[in-house]
């Protein structure tokens, strides 16, 4: 990620964001994004409608909370500096409400692996981070543990956090969730539903990490099925 400019990174930020809105998955200034950069992280500014958000306007924050720009950063910074702290393994945060994810999250529902697909998020189970207010340390703390060996959680009472790699990987995982939120959602009035065993998950987790599933065609990643013809 910090192959980008810094300007570029922040462009992407606010074209991430209104996609986010766009695709349906957040509503007006719910929500918010950051990327990391040497040193610390960029992150949207609290409560700017993401339709006049410019690259000018994302703010610089450091991991001792201090911040530089011309706006206040995200109400959340705390929850994204802990993760970005607590979790080498990606460079991007979102944060949305999206409507199933955060139905279940309000009913302190957990995702099991009622769908392969489950293991996007990297185990048997999308967790369901307790509340806490907004903004505050407890809540940064509920979505670590949520988040352990996870890369995506739903916050109760609140809406869901997906990690990426990258800021596309970030939004591809958050519409993820909510597709399995939604299917879940629409699943379980129907009667007993069947749940992957912890075994075909470890199969399919396994399957998805090799293949770099769900990214981008250009990513490192084998496919064990198919292989490109020789010549
Ligand atoms: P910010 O506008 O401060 O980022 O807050 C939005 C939000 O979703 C809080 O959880």
């Known amino acids: 990620m910090t192959k980008l400019t ?18 349906g998955i957040n509503q007006g200034t719910s929500g918010n994004l950051s990327a990391r950069i040497d040193g610390g992280f960029l992150i949207t500014p609290t409560s700017l409608p993401y339709d006049r958000m410019e690259a000018e306007d994302i703010v610089e924050m450091s991991y001792d909370g201090t911040y530089a720009g ?3 950063p995200s109400s959340e910074w705390r929850f994204h500096r802990d993760i970005m702290k607590h979790r080498e393994d990606i460079n991007a945060i979102l944060h949305c409400h ?14 099991p692996a009622f769908h392969y697909m489950v293991g996007v998020a990297g185990g048997t ?3 369901v981070a307790p509340y806490a ?4 340390q407890q809540l940064s703390d509920n979505a670590i543990e ?4 996870r890369l995506a959680c739903l916050l109760g009472q609140h809406g869901q956090i997906s990690l990426g790699k990258t800021l596309e990987a970030s939004l591809w995982l958050a519409t993820e969730v909510e597709t399995l939120a939604r299917l879940y959602v629409q699943a379980l009035p129907l009667g007993d539903l069947p749940i992957l065993s912890d075994e075909e998950m470890a199969r399919v987790i396994e399957q998805m990490r090799k293949m770099s599933y769900g990214q981008a065609p250009d990513a490192e990643g084998i496919n064990d099925v198919a292989r490109p013809r020789a010549g």
Do not use: W
């Open 6 to 23: 810094n300007r570029a990174l922040r462009q992407e930020m606010v074209d991430i964001c209104r996609r986010m809105n766009a695709s």
């Open 125 to 127: 189970t999308i967790r």
């Open 146 to 149: 949520a988040l352990e060996g």
């Open 98 to 111: 999206s409507i199933y994810a955060t139905t279940l999250a309000c009913q302190y529902k957990p995702i």
């Open 133 to 136: 207010t907004f903004g505050t």
């Open 70 to 72: 011309k706006h206040r």
